[in-house]
């Protein structure tokens, strides 16, 4: 019993680190993509 609630607690944590794996690139990759703009268009708006 005890082996299979480990097993069970260890594919939880691992289905939920990569749901949280993606939701961080959904989140990071547009998030650093607007930063890349904005730095950009300061850079042409001061520079």
Aim: proline content about 2%.
């Amino acid at each position: 019993m005890s082996t299979a609630h480990n097993r069970g607690a260890h594919d939880a944590a691992k289905a939920s680190t990569g749901r949280l794996a993606v939701a961080w690139a959904l989140v990071g990759v547009p998030l650093a993509y607007g930063v890349y703009e904005t730095l950009t268009r300061v850079t042409a708006l001061f520079g």
